[in-house]
């Protein structure tokens, strides 16, 4: 038991060693002026190594939120009220600044947002995230019609919330000033989602 332990540990840790280089590699020169050999080399590994883990040129940043996935769907999971639940977890992840709801001013963090939506592959590629995270969600909430419904209609107003508090970060707002804006645009939305949303969830399956 300890063994495999250590062995997933270290299989996660050689993920994200690797992941780091790549995208401080991407940071610097491009996306698409940096090769998966550079990479490979910068790691002191071989590109058939490499590929064992990220299959894709694409997988070596999106690594990065690839937790996020599942994110909705593990809140949800046995929630009373999905979209309440949601909503604490989005308000609690600006409070900390999370960098997945937009709201982070580190230089790092704006950077690898620049280029994961500068990027078309990677632009695509988190479409694609997004749509699995949308399927994750629906499933948890039930996964019939009105669960899919609730499930794009959650993950949009997740997504749009976060790229509005990046958009301003990005533009030069301080965080300060971002971030009453963005906790009062969290609650009309999810207010708002509290609403319109059909019934999914425990308490629509006890109607």
Same mark, same amino acid.
């Given at each position: 038991?300890?063994?495999?332990?250590?062995?997933?540990?270290?299989?996660?840790?050689?993920?994200?060693?690797?992941?780091? @280089?790549?995208?401080?590699?991407?940071?610097?020169?491009?996306?698409?002026?940096?090769? +998966?050999?550079?990479?490979?080399?910068?790691?002191?590994?071989?590109?058939?190594?490499?590929?064992?883990?990220?299959?894709?040129?694409?997988? %070596?940043?999106?690594?990065? *939120?690839?937790?996020?996935?599942?994110?909705?769907?593990?809140? +949800?999971?046995?929630?009373?009220?999905?979209?309440?639940? %949601?909503?604490?977890?989005?308000?609690?992840?600006?409070?900390?600044?999370?960098?997945?709801?937009?709201?982070?001013?580190?230089?790092?963090?704006?950077? &690898?947002?620049?280029?994961?939506?500068?990027?078309?592959?990677?632009?695509?590629?988190?479409?694609?995230?997004?749509?699995?995270?949308?399927?994750?969600?629906?499933?948890?909430?039930?996964?019939?019609?009105?669960?899919? %419904?609730?499930?794009?209609?959650? *993950?949009?107003?997740?997504?749009?919330?976060?790229?509005?508090?990046?958009?301003? @970060?990005?533009?030069?707002?301080?965080?300060?000033?971002?971030?009453?804006?963005?906790?009062?645009?969290?609650?009309?939305? &999810?207010?708002?989602?509290?609403?319109?949303?059909?019934?999914?969830?425990?308490?629509?399956?006890?109607?």
């Amino acid at each position: 038991m300890g063994e495999m332990g250590l062995r997933e540990r270290k299989k996660r840790r050689m993920y994200q060693d690797v992941s780091d @280089i790549a995208v401080r590699l991407f940071l610097e020169r491009g996306f698409d002026a940096v090769s +998966v050999a550079e990479v490979a080399a910068a790691a002191g590994i071989s590109k058939p190594t490499l590929f064992r883990y990220f299959p894709a040129k694409e997988d %070596l940043v999106l690594h990065r *939120i690839a937790d996020h996935e599942t994110e909705a769907a593990r809140v +949800v999971a046995g929630a009373a009220d999905p979209v309440a639940a %949601l909503r604490g977890h989005f308000l609690a992840g600006l409070d900390r600044r999370d960098p997945v709801t937009g709201l982070n001013d580190h230089p790092e963090v704006l950077a &690898f947002h620049r280029l994961l939506y500068g990027t078309p592959s990677l632009a695509a590629r988190v479409y694609a995230h997004q749509e699995r995270s949308e399927a994750a969600l629906a499933e948890a909430l039930g996964g019939d019609l009105d669960a899919r %419904l609730a499930a794009g209609q959650i *993950i949009a107003v997740q997504r749009v919330l976060a790229q509005e508090n990046w958009r301003r @970060i990005a533009a030069g707002e301080p965080v300060g000033k971002v971030a009453p804006d963005a906790v009062r645009a969290a609650e009309r939305a &999810f207010a708002r989602l509290a609403k319109g949303l059909p019934e999914t969830g425990p308490a629509a399956e006890t109607r």
